[in-house]
């Protein structure tokens, strides 16, 4: 039913935890399972220097979300905010298509993220 892709992430996660001196955070709530997901991520030169979540959910959100940091680490701002859910699911080789309001948790938790960094970071009005 999972791709091997899914079960590797899911059973060795990449980038969990979290960072005390992070840019930028996202929280992200499920509406369909009540899942929640908290993405931190540290900018340097309107890059994404460093990311890590934590996931409170299922097996595919865990896995969407390992995945993800995965493929925003090292990106600008405006190519990590590209990333679609679509892509994640893609990455991980598909998701059963009952899993893919799953892969919501990462690309969402993620633009708020960003959106949160450049809140704090705005120039003055
Ligand atoms: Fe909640 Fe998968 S069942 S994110």
């Known amino acids: 039913m999972y791709s091997e892709k899914v ?8 980038n969990v935890g979290q960072l005390p001196d ?3 955070i996202g929280e992200m709530g499920n509406p369909v399972c009540g899942d929640i997901m908290k993405l931190y991520i540290k900018v340097r030169d309107d890059r ?6 934590q996931t409170f ?7 969407t979300s390992s995945m993800m940091t995965e493929l925003v680490m090292g990106k600008t701002l405006d190519e990590a905010e590209r990333v679609t859910r679509k892509n994640v ?4 080789d598909g998701l059963p298509p009952n899993k893919m309001h799953c892969s919501n948790l990462a690309a969402d ?3 708020k ?5 450049r809140t704090k970071n705005a120039p003055p009005a």
Do not use: S, T
């Open 113 to 117: 993220a960003i959106e949160d960094y």
């Open 57 to 63: 959910g299922c097996g595919a959100a865990i896995a």
């Open 22 to 24: 992070a840019d930028g």
């Open 7 to 14: 079960m590797d992430h899911f059973q060795h996660p990449r």
């Open 89 to 92: 699911a893609e990455a991980l």
């Open 109 to 111: 938790a993620l633009h």
């Open 48 to 53: 994404i220097q460093d990311v890590k979540f």
